[in-house]
């Protein structure tokens, strides 16, 4: 498993000031090609986490190699709302919605999956996530030790604080995210290639 492997690229590259910043930067190649090179692995099955926002463009995909691309995705308003608990004031492209739409057509993408629908019926949408990658769905993914993980990167202590004290899927929230007024236009902004990537969701 490899987590999040352009942040320092990415931080690198447009000089935005993230929490953990200098460890992130200290930790990974900050040259696009190279991340991209380290990560082809002799492994049977290597499990890549990447946040959208970090690919931009111009990037090489070719350096990318064979992989079966799955997008995650959330409905705008809740993003916001949880983003912005760690940073007070993303922008639209800060949120990967939009490098999303755009990755539609420079990658093969395997399937869309929803993080909602994900919540509220794990095993269904698992097994069609792993119907589309070629992998054999067991019962052994609904639950997980709490507790970071080896692979963690250097700035879990700021992000993986609810993801460290899991042990299973939680239910989908029943209350409307609270999205700053301030960020309205943010979340708006997006909602289009939300739906867009929603469409997909049959994939």
Known sequence: ?????????????????????DEILASQPTDPVEALRALRSPRRLTYEKHMAHHWLPGWPAAEIGEARHVLLIRDPDRVVASYAKVREAPLPEDLGYLQQVALLDALPIAC?????????????????????VGLAYTDRMLSWPPGRRPTDGVWAPHWYARVEASTGFSPPSSEAA?????????????RPAYERLRTLLSR
């Open 178 to 190: 609270q999205v700053p007024d301030a960020l309205r236009a943010v979340a708006d902004a997006v």
């Open 112 to 132: 869309v999956i929803d993080g909602d629908e994900l919540l509220a019926d794990p095993p269904r949408v698992l097994r069609r996530l792993c119907e589309a």
């Open 1 to 21: 498993m490899v987590d999040e492997p352009l942040y320092a690229a990415f931080l690198a590259a447009t000089g935005k000031d993230h929490p953990g910043r």
